[in-house]
C-alpha cells in the first residue's frame, strides 16, 4: 500500500529546466518515478531527459490528465504563485522543495490548499518516497528500501541517517515524508499518522521531531488520545540549541518559551512512544517494537 | 529579525498607533537634549534586543534634562546579557491608570496570525501564560478576510475597556494587524499598552520579530540584518552558513540542521560539549567547507574540530578537498574528527587519508572520538 | 425529513434588538422555530421575546452548544462581519436575510462559507420553511402546509403566491427555500435539487425562476445530466423585462445577452422539466406529475 | 450603475492602464480647443450609455480642430437609442496594428471574478462569445487571492503578445483588476485594447459598470447615480421603489420583485402589455402605497392601474388606505383592478369597497379584468 505516493502516481515537475529542477528530474526518473511532464513559463515545447515541457500546468494536465501530483523546484519568489497554479490547475499533491519561502506567504497556501481538499509536503522538505515504488523529492533513493515502517521528519539529511540505519538493520520503509523544517509545515505529523494508521502495509511508524513549536506535543497527545494502533518510536533533535536562536530551519527555534526538545521528548514519554536518545538507537527499538 | 524598541515605536507611529513623544539618543548630551526638548518627566530606556533591561538598571525616570543625561550617562556602555547597550530611547512618561497586553504572533499550530490580549500588562506574557493562561485572549484571525470587526469588540470586551475606548481600540488593532501583515511579523507586541489617567491608549513599548525569509522584500531592514553579531556570526552570514555559537569547546560542521543538531546531541549524550552549530546546507562544493572548516579553526572557543557529513546532494570528495585546503592554509593545529558517508565516500576518503586524517565510519563512534580529543585539550 | 431544518434545529437570531430582528423572532418563535438565544454586540444580557441576548455568536453558542443554525438581520454594512463570526463560531445553517449586501462581499463570504462547508441561505432572501416544523425567515407561515413537495425559489412574495396556491389544492411543502434575488446566492438550485433528491419525503420538487444569470440552465441540464428522479415543475418570472433592466433583485437583470426568460424556459423543457405558464398553473401540473 | 467612457478613462488613468490623451468636452468651441491641445489627428466620441454609437455616427474622427468642432456640432444633441448626446470625448487619434479585448466580469455561476481576453478586440463580446467562443479566453481568479502571475502569462499567451509585451499586459491586467475590487465592479471592460504600431499597449474605450448596492462606499459615484433617468424614473428612486418603464398601457404595481414579474407576465400571457415595473417591497405603509399610485396616476402611458398585493408583512388595509388617499389627490381619473390578499384582508377589502373600488380575489381574474379595461381605452 504505502501512503501518498505509488508506482502509477503521474507527476509533474514545476522549474523543470532550472538547474536543480533537471538534476533531480533525471534522479527521480532513474528511481522509476512517472513524470509526465515539466512546467517552465516560455519554455513551452522543450523536452528535460525526454520529458515534455509546457509553459503551464494547466496544458501540462490537459496533455496528460493523469498527473495528480505535482513537484515545484521553483525559486522562493515564484514558489507561491506555483503551488496556486498547480491548485487551480487540479494537482492532488504537492511537494515544494524551496527553501526560504517568506511564512506569510506559506501560511496563505496552506490554508488555500487546505480549503480545497489539497495536500501539501513541504516547503523546504525533501520530500516523499515509498521506496521501490516511486520518489517525488531529493533525498538519496538508495539508502531507502521497501518495507512496513512509515517515517515521518521536520529533517532532511538526518531522515536518511536514520533510514540508512534501518535499512542496514534490515527494516524497510512503507513511506517516508519530509515534511520540511519551516515553521508551517503544509502536512503536520497528525494528519501523517493518520494516513499511515489506515495503511494496512505500515505496522509501525518512526516520527522524526526538533526543536520549535508544538508538533511532537501535539502528536503525542494524538497519539495518546486516539489510542494509536501502530508502534511509535520518535528522536527529537535540539537539545543543545539555546533559546531564541534559530537552528538552521527556519522552524527550528524555542521562542517564547515554547518547543524545547524535554518538552518534546516528556510528551511522547508520557504517550508511551518510544524515544531514541541517539539516532542509532531507532533500528533496536523498531526490531523489538515490531517483535510485539 | 528582531527589531529594537525605538523601530517598533517608529513603526507603531507609521500605522497609527498612538506613542508617546520619543527620540533616539546615543551619548549622554543628546540624552538630555532630548529631554529638554520633549520637556518635563521623561523615560531613558537602554536599546537592546534581549529582555531583562528593566532589572538590569537599563530603564530610569528623570525629572530634568540633567537627570536624563546623567542616567544615560551610566545606562550606555552597559552589558545587558551579553548585549552592550549603544543606544537609549528618551521618552515622554505617561501617567498610567492600567497597563495592558496587545500582541499579535504568527501561530504555527493553527498556520494563522493570532491575537493575544490581555488585561494584565507590563508583565512577561510567556510568565502570565503559564500562571494566569484564562487571563489571556486568543483570537486567531483568517488571513483571507483580515481583521473584522467582531475581533476587534472581543478584543475590547477581554481588555475591561469602556465602549467609548473601543473605537481607539480598533485604530491601534488595525494599525498593528496591518504592521503585521505589511512587514511579515512573526510577532508584533505593545506590552505595555496603557491607558492614561485621561482614558486614552498609548504603545509605550514595542517588541517586533520579521521573518528573515522575508526581507528581501524589505530592502530597509535587509540593509540592518546581522548588526548584532560577533565577527565569527557575521562570517558565517557572509559565506551563507547558519551558525549559532554555544559555550562548549567541540566545533561541530555537518550537512543539514536536522543532522547537525543530533550530531550536538550525540556529543552532549556522550559527554562532551558542542561549541557552536554549523550547517553547510546541501551540495556545498569544495570552497565552502574550506570556509566552514577555516572559520571553526580561527575560533579561539573550538577546541577540536567534529566534521560528521552524510553525501547525497553533497559530495564526499569536494568535502575532503574542503577539509584538504583549509588546514593547509591555518595557522594553528587543532584536534579533527572526521564522518564522511554517502555518494562518493571512497574518493573522499581516500584524499583525506593522502593527508593523513582518518575518517571514521559511524556517527556515535566519531563522536566518541570527538569527546575524547576535547578532554585532552 | 425535510431538509436544513428541523423541528429540533437550535437558532441564534443576529440582530435580533434591531426593529425586524424582534419582530421576526416573535413570528418564528410563534411558529415554533427553537430560537435559544440572539446576538447584538454591547445588548448581550437583554431579552427579546425571553430570548437571551449575547454579545457575540460565540458567546451564545457557550452558552446553548445546540445551536447549529442562524438567521441575520444586521444591515448590509455590518452584515458580512456577522456571517463571518458566525462561521467562526461553528455555525452549520446561516440565513441571511439582508438586503442591499455589495455583491463583491457576498461573493467572498459566499466562497469562504463554501470552503468552510458551511450553508449559506440568502442574502436577500425571505429564508427556510418547514412546514408544521419550523421557519427560519420572514415568511407568513400559514400560507404553508407539510407535505411532500420541496420548493425553490428565487423570490419572496410570489413563493409565498405559490406555495399558498397549492396549500389551497391540497398540496403540501416538505421544506421550501427562498434562495434570494442577488446575483450570487449563498446555495443555489442544484446543491437544493440534490438534496431534496435524497430526501425520501420528498416526492416532487417546484423550482421558481427569474431573470439574470444562468442558474436555471444549469439546474436543467443537472435534472438531465443526472436523470434526476423526482418530477420537477418550474416557473420563470421576467418574460416582459427588457435587457439591460434590473428588475427589483440585484440578480434580475439581463446583462451581456445572458439571462433571458425564454432561454430558460427552453432550458427547462428541454431538461423534460413542466414549466407553468401562469403561477396558478403549478399546482394541477404537481398533482399530474405526483399522480404518475 | 454605468459610468461613461470618460469616467472609465479616467479610472484607467489612475490605475496605471495607459491611455490616449483627451479632453470631455460640451459644445464645438470646447471639442475644438481640445482638438488643438491634443495637436494633430483627434476623434471625436458622443458619450453616452447605450451601445451601439459608432453606427450612430457617433465617433467621428478629426484632422483639425475645425474639423473637430464641426463633427462636435453634428454630434452634440444627437439622440442614440433614445438618449441625448450632453457630451463629447476628443481624444488623441492611434496608429493601430491590432485591437484586443481585455475585461473582468463579476461571473454569478462561480462567484468570482472572470477575466475575459481576446485576440479579436473592437467587436461586441457577446456577439464573438455567440460566433467565436474558443477565441475568448476565460480564467478565473481566486478573490482571496487576487491577480496572480500565471493569469498573467495565461492572458498574454492567448493574446498572442510577444513575451516582451509581458511586462505591459501585466501591469495593464493588474491595474485592471485593482480598478474592478476597488470599485465594486460588475464590469470593467477594455474594448479595444489596441496594439500600437511601435508594439505598446493602450486602452481607447472603456466599460464599467460598478454594483448599486455598493454606492454607499463610493460617495463621489452616489452623487451621479440616476443621472441617466427621466422623471418619473427619479421619483421612484427618490421614493425607493424599484421601477422600470415598458411600452404597455396597464400599470403595474406589487409587492415582491418575483411577484411583480410574474403580474407582468400574466397580464401579456392574457393578451395585455404592462407599462412598467413597480416594486413596493415589503412592509409598505400607506404614504409609500400612496406615492407609488400617485406616480402611475400620473403617467400618460399607464392607461389603466393594476395593483396586485399578497400581504406579508405587508398590510393589506396599509395598502388600501394609500390607493385611497391617492385617489382622493388624483387630477385624472383611470380604470383600476386592485387584488388583495393575506394580512389584514378583510379590513383592507373593507376600505376600498367603502370607496367604491372592487377588490379581485385571485391574480389570474385580476389580470383578465385588467387587460379588459385595458383594451376598452
Known amino acids: 500500500m504505502a501512503i501518498l505516493l505509488r508506482k502509477e502516481t503521474g507527476v509533474v515537475v514545476q522549474g523543470i529546466t532550472g538547474r536543480e529542477g533537471s538534476f533531480h528530474t533525471k534522479a527521480m526518473l532513474g528511481y522509476g518515478t512517472r513524470i509526465l511532464a515539466g512546467v517552465t513559463p516560455g519554455k513551452g515545447g522543450q523536452e528535460v531527459e525526454g520529458v515534455p515541457v509546457y509553459d503551464s500546468v494547466v496544458e501540462a494536465r490537459e496533455s496528460h490528465p493523469e498527473i495528480t501530483a505535482s513537484i515545484i523546484f521553483v525559486p522562493a519568489r515564484f514558489a507561491p504563485d506555483a503551488v496556486y497554479e498547480a491548485i487551480e490547475a487540479g494537482v492532488e499533491l504537492i511537494v515544494v522543495i524551496t527553501e526560504g519561502i517568506p511564512v506569510h506567504d506559506t501560511m496563505r ?53 536514520i533510514a540508512y ?43 522524526i521531531g526538533e526543536i520549535g513549536g508544538d508538533m511532537e506535543e501535539r502528536a503525542a497527545r494524538y497519539i495518546a488520545d486516539s489510542g494509536y494502533s501502530k508502534p511509535v518510536v520518535a528522536y527529537v533533535a535540539g537539545r543543545t540549541a539555546p533559546p531564541g536562536k534559530r537552528m538552521g530551519h527556519a522552524g527550528a527555534i524555542i521562542s517564547m518559551g515554547v518547543g524545547d526538545a524535554e518538552s518534546k521528548i516528556r510528551a511522547f514519554k508520557e504517550a508511551g512512544v518510544q524515544v531514541a536518545e541517539l539516532p542509532s538507537q531507532i533500528p533496536e527499538l523498531l526490531s523489538k517494537a515490531l517483535k510485539r | 529579525m528582531k527589531l529594537y524598541e525605538y523601530e517598533g515605536m517608529e513603526l507603531f507611529r507609521r500605522y497609527g498607533i498612538p506613542v508617546p513623544g520619543f527620540e533616539v539618543a546615543s551619548s549622554p548630551e543628546e540624552a538630555a537634549e532630548a529631554a529638554g526638548r520633549l520637556g518635563g518627566r521623561v ?17 530610569k525616570i528623570a525629572d530634568s534634562p540633567e537627570e536624563a543625561g546623567e542616567h544615560a550617562r551610566r545606562i550606555l556602555g552597559m552589558s545587558i546579557r551579553g548585549e552592550r547597550v549603544e543606544r537609549l530611547v528618551v521618552a515622554e512618561a505617561v501617567d498610567i491608570a492600567r497597563e495592558l497586553y496587545l500582541g499579535i504572533i504568527l501561530d504555527r499550530s493553527i498556520g494563522a496570525p493570532l491575537i493575544l490580549a490581555s488585561p494584565e500588562g507590563g508583565v512577561d506574557i510567556e510568565e502570565l501564560a503559564r500562571t494566569k493562561p484564562e487571563r489571556i485572549l486568543k483570537t486567531p484571525v483568517e488571513p ?17 475597556l469602556p465602549p467609548d475606548a473601543q473605537k481607539q481600540v480598533g485604530q491601534i488593532l488595525s494599525g498593528l494587524y496591518r504592521l503585521f501583515i505589511e512587514n511579515d511579523c512573526e510577532l508584533a507586541e505593545i506590552n505595555p499598552l496603557v491607558v492614561k489617567k485621561d482614558g486614552g491608549l498609548l504603545a509605550i513599548d514595542s517588541k517586533i520579530i520579521v521573518d528573515d525569509n522575508s526581507l528581501y522584500r524589505h530592502p530597509e531592514l535587509q540593509e540592518r540584518a546581522g548588526r548584532e553579531m560577533n565577527k565569527y556570526e557575521a562570517e558565517a552570514r557572509r559565506l551563507g552558513f547558519s551558525y549559532v555559537e554555544l559555550d562548549g569547546n567541540i566545533g561541530v560542521i555537518c550537512n543539514g540542521a536536522g543532522l547537525t543538531m543530533a550530531t550536538m546531541d550525540t556529543v552532549l ?64 593545529k587543532k584536534g579533527m574528527v572526521v564522518r564522511l558517508k554517502g555518494t562518493n565516500e571512497e574518493e573522499g576518503r581516500r584524499i583525506l587519508e593522502e593527508n593523513g586524517i582518518h575518517v571514521v565510519d559511524e556517527m556515535d563512534e566519531a563522536a566518541r572520538k570527538a569527546v575524547e580529543l576535547a578532554r585532552e585539550v
Open chain 1, 109 to 161: 497556501f496552506v490554508r488555500y490548499a487546505r480549503m480545497n481538499g489539497v495536500t501539501i509536503i513541504g516547503p523546504n522538505c525533501p520530500g516523499v518516497i515509498t521506496p521501490g515504488e516511486s520518489k517525488l523529492g531529493i533525498m538519496p533513493g538508495h539508502v531507502f528500501k521497501k518495507g512496513n515502517v512509515g517515517v515521518i521528519s521536520r529533517s532532511g539529511t538526518l531522515t536518511y541517517e
Open chain 1, 165 to 207: 540505519a534501518m535499512t542496514r538493520a534490515g527494516i524497510g520503509q512503507s513511506t517516508a515524508i519530509g515534511i520540511g523544517g519551516d515553521p508551517i509545515p503544509g502536512t503536520g505529523f497528525i494528519e501523517l499518522l493518520r494516513m499511515f494508521e489506515e495503511d494496512p502495509e505500515t505496522h509501525a511508524v518512526v516520527l
Open chain 2, 43 to 59: 523615560v531613558v530606556k537602554a536599546q537592546v534586543l534581549v529582555g531583562g533591561r528593566g532589572k538590569a538598571g537599563g530603564v
Open chain 2, 144 to 160: 483571507f478576510l483580515g481583521l473584522k470587526p467582531y475581533h476587534i469588540r472581543r478584543v475590547a470586551r477581554f481588555l475591561e
Open chain 2, 269 to 332: 549524550v556522550l559527554g562532551g560539549r558542542p561549541a557552536n552549530f554549523l550547517d553547510i546546507g546541501g551540495g556545498a562544493r569544495a570552497d565552502r567547507v574550506e570556509g566552514a572548516v577555516s572559520l571553526l579553526l580561527s575560533h579561539p572557543k573550538a577546541k577540536i574540530l567534529f566534521i560528521n557529513i552524510l553525501g547525497g546532494i553533497t559530495r564526499c570528495d569536494e568535502v575532503a578537498r574542503g577539509i584538504v585546503n583549509a588546514l593547509g592554509k591555518a595557522e594553528a
